[in-house]
């Protein structure tokens, strides 16, 4: 079910760190256009940080996207990070060697990163646009 695109003046509702967010991603497109890239790089760090990064998706990627209805979303995010795992798992199996913990951490470090850096995006399409797909790395 796609929920309709909404206006601007609807945009209030949301909080200032969304309404910042909404902004960018309305006047310089997905985050894979040139434009998008140009305006991204002439921000000043923190800015970068809050359009970019989703701290609260990082901590709590699967529970905030659920709580946000970026459901169909999370569940291909949580079937990439299952694939990884299984992956993992399996090269352990057949070497009979474990991880070392810092490649264990850093594959997870890894994959909440690729929570918070999808979210802001995500929601953008879903609240303004009316989108919503399977695809977290949808433009």
Known sequence: MESTPKTHAELPRYKLKWQERFAFFAQHGDPQSPAFKAAFKALPMGKRMLINMNFIAFFFGPIYLFVLGLWKK??????????????????????GTELPRALDTG????????????????????????QQSWNPFEK
Do not use: C, D, R
Request: overall charge neutral.
């Open 107 to 130: 594959v997870n470090m890894g994959l909440a990163a690729l929570w918070a850096t999808v979210t802001n995006y995500a929601y953008y399409l879903k609240e303004v646009k009316g």
């Open 74 to 95: 999370n569940l291909a995010l949580l079937g990439i990070s299952l694939a990884v795992g299984l992956v993992l798992g399996i090269y352990e199996g057949f070497t």
